[in-house]
């Protein structure tokens, strides 16, 4: 409860002053009603359930010249109609600022979130069956200064605490801090440096985890033209580990790999598309360091000044960064919709959702289908200055 007071406290200061100011309250509500044949992602006795999701939100905001702070908070609930153990109410609250002076650009990011494991089960431990309550809180700022016309650095720090309800997985604290230099070579050419550390301590009932991570990427983005461009980086990365079981005994392995993140987009009057890979590491809820390979594509077409269609494709494969005999998981999703611009600030959207998931080591292969109405409400609100 410190850092959501913390929040308020350093909202309150941010949004204090003599000089003029526009403020702002706004909201939306996405309410959502889902068919899903198989919610627990089971290779056998699948089970299908309704899930009822929305999420209200309210967003104070507060712009000078040039400054902007706003301050979101709401809650996300869950109903499922006859797994009702999956039920969860779970509030969260971020609160960002930035500061833009004529060559430096400063930022704040505080953020208190809860949420359940079974929402990034896919990209974390792969486990549908556990819902953990996982409490996530962060704080992020951030620096940026135009040395030259064409020449930029930056500095971006990062600390979060992450929170297990369960014994099913571990509590984690992670620091991170990168920097990165970027030139402007003409109106096209971009291309820079980056540089990054992060630590992360993990504990759980078995054992805990000591990690620490280095990665060093070059970057570059590129316009072909108005409407096709392409950015990435390309690096390599350095992961060294402790971990010390409940015995007190300490196993030290360290692991040398390359990450990579690549994207092509193209943004037409009619259609729009984008087209990314990436290899990365990340830790996971249960302890370990997770590398991820993914290929990711999404499409979109304008069919009416108030209909347009969607498609959302990826396939991921995930794996231990230290133990290359650990089990590999496969991830594919595809989904594709059509969305209804009913009004100025209601939308309404349809899509199916195809997801398979395949564990080598196990010999498991399931998938499921889901069927999803969506309903999108954006409150403007009222705005004042002052």
Known sequence: ?????????????????????????????????????????????????????????????????????????GVRVDRYEA??????????????????????????????????????????????????????????????????????????????????????????TNKSLSSSWQHQ??????????????????????????????NLSLTSEYKFSEIWAINGNAGVRQLDS???????VTDTNSSTGSSLGFTVSYSGEVDSANLSLSRSISPSSSGEMNEQEKVALSWSRKLTETLSSHINASFQTTSSALDEGADKRENINFSPSLRWTLSPDTKLSLSYNYRQQKESNLGTRASSNAIMLAVSYDWHGFRVAR
């Open 242 to 248: 402790r971990q010390t079981n409940i015995l007190g």
């Open 185 to 214: 070579f003409n109106e096209r050419l971009k291309g820079g440096v980056s540089l990054s550390a992060s630590n992360n301590k993990s504990s759980s009932l078995s054992n805990s985890t000591d990690d620490d991570t280095y």
């Open 83 to 172: 797994s009702q153990r999956l039920d969860q109410e779970n509030p969260f609250l971020r609160f960002n600022t930035q500061l833009q002076q004529e060559r430096a650009n400063w930022g704040l990011a505080l953020s208190y979130v809860e949420s359940s494991s079974r929402n990034d089960a896919a990209d974390d431990t792969g486990d549908f069956e556990t819902n953990s309550t996982l409490t996530t809180s962060s704080i992020s700022p951030s620096f940026s200064y135009q040395l030259t016309e064409r020449d930029t650095v930056s500095l971006n720090a990062n600390y979060a605490e992450k929170e297990s309800s369960t014994s099913d997985f571990s509590n984690s």
């Open 1 to 73: 409860m410190y850092k959501i007071s913390f929040v308020f406290v350093l909202a309150c200061i941010a949004t204090s002053g003599s000089y003029a100011a526009e403020w702002s309250l706004t909201g939306s509500a996405n309410p959502s009603a889902e068919y899903d044949d198989n919610i627990f992602m089971r290779d056998e006795n699948r089970q299908g359930d309704y899930h009822f999701q929305m999420s209200p939100t309210l967003v104070a905001t507060r712009k000078q010249e040039n400054s902007e702070s706003s301050l979101s908070l």
